[in-house]
């Protein structure tokens, strides 16, 4: 059985936590901050979990995430 191929674009933007938890960044931070408020823009800099609903298709991506 060949190894399988890690999607390198979403081994940038996801990572896992200790817990096993896929930690992600949020969107919406990168232009037009100027309309956007401080406390908008400060909530946007913390990380986020991966919602579970989603999990199954980051797992295809990401086989060896742990």
């Given at each position: 059985m060949p190894k399988m191929k890690t999607?390198?674009?979403a081994a940038k933007r996801f990572h896992?936590?200790?817990?096993?938890k896929v930690r992600r960044y949020k969107a919406y931070a990168r232009h037009?901050?100027?309309s956007k408020t401080a406390k908008q823009k400060r909530?946007?800099?913390a990380h986020s979990l991966v919602d579970p609903t989603n999990l199954k298709?980051?797992?295809k991506l990401l086989p060896y995430l742990g």
């Open positions: 999607n390198r674009a896992a936590t200790a817990t096993g037009i901050l100027t909530g946007l800099r298709s980051i797992a």
